[in-house]
């Protein structure tokens, strides 16, 4: 956490507090504009900042950041040069990230390394049975991730075993797919952005992800507008928030307009009364209310794929999206209406009665969304009080399907008003 603070002197002062430390003393090398220091479980840059919008959070020079460079400078570079196929640029930060946290305190990187999480909430490290309770569409994209992220460590492994004169121990105790899996956690929920860059000892994917140190410890909020890149005349990675702060208020970042899902999904975390969470519809459950004898049934579901509008459905905050009541209105047309589909998705009114049917049906696709949902809390419920070592995975679940439940009332409370009209 990062917090704005003024010393005895006036001078304001951004305050980090760490939940896991060591008593050690941490030093980097920073521009003469910050001094560092840590004592216990505080870190403090103490900088001149004006309190305004457009104002620098943080600076972090290059030298600071942990990127391929970094890697091929080290003790690593000499066998990622001569591997082939070439590793691919995650390959690179992950085997750094596993063999320096395997180094102790012989790694230079020991005080950033200590900081980071011992373990992720990301649903790809939740325990399958978790997973399963999951939304269904979300629990699809985790399944998916987790499946990359073997393969990921299956098609490394030979890389690995190439290592061996570096260590003493076998490499396969030390690169186990836990502790791949730390690794790829690590660069994928909190590596930040820099512009691509391409070395033939590497792979042609993206080299686009650096790990910057203390930068990961501004947490997310959803309301906050930031600025954030690496600055190519400063040479370093610069953030500067479109907020203004009070003294002793938290300073956040916003890592993008995410729903909650995608939040989970990437980063492990649910953000309350999140002004980008939805809940998405399937095509299953779009058709589940719709007459079955229809048809033309197939010819409209068909349109609406051609047109992209069979995915990225949803209910939200303030009601049903446009693209939803869209599609049902053109699911909803009348066989002699049928031609006027062009019209529905241009967001042409057709009748009374076409409004009416989709926002009917909307209503009825909302409600069986709450009752999912209720069902699947007291599911949860239930497994906290017989599963303990899972209540941290189940309580984020949890977490998760209380906030779609909130936005589910009020997309159904939105609905009502619209109906309205027509009664």
Sequence with gaps: MIFLCTDQNGVSCVFLFLHRHSNSLISLSFPHSFCLFAIGSTISWHKKVQKQEGQMIISLPESCLLTTDTVIRSYLGAYITKWKPPPSPLLALCTFLVSEKHAGDRSLWKPYLEILPKAYTCPVCLEPEVVNLL???????????????????????????????????????????????????????????????????????????????????????????????????????????????????????????????????????VSVHNPHACVYVSREILVKYLPSRDKQMDKKISILKDHGYIENLTFGWDGPSWRLLTALKLLCLEAEKFTCWKKVLLGEVISDTNEKTSLDIAQKICYYFMEETNAMLQKVSHMKDEKEALINQLTLVESLWTEELKVLRASAKTLHSLQTAFT
């Design 135 to 269: 939304p269904k569409s979300l629990k699809a994209k985790a399944e998916e991730q987790r499946a990359h992220v073997q393969e990921f460590f299956a098609s490394s492994r030979d890389f690995f075993s190439s290592l061996q004169p570096l260590f003493v121990e076998a490499v396969d105790s030390i690169f186990s797919y836990s502790a791949l899996l730390w690794a790829w956690c690590t660069v994928n929920t909190r590596a930040v952005y820099l512009r691509p860059r391409q070395r033939e000892c590497l792979s042609a994917e993206p080299d686009t992800c650096a790990l910057a140190p203390y930068l990961d410890l501004l947490n997310h909020s959803p309301r906050v507008q930031v600025k954030a890149a690496f600055n190519e005349e400063t040479h370093s990675y610069e953030i500067r928030t479109t907020s203004r702060w009070r003294k002793h208020e938290e300073v956040f970042i916003c890592y993008g307009p995410h729903d909650n899902q995608r939040l989970f999904l990437e980063y492990g975390f």
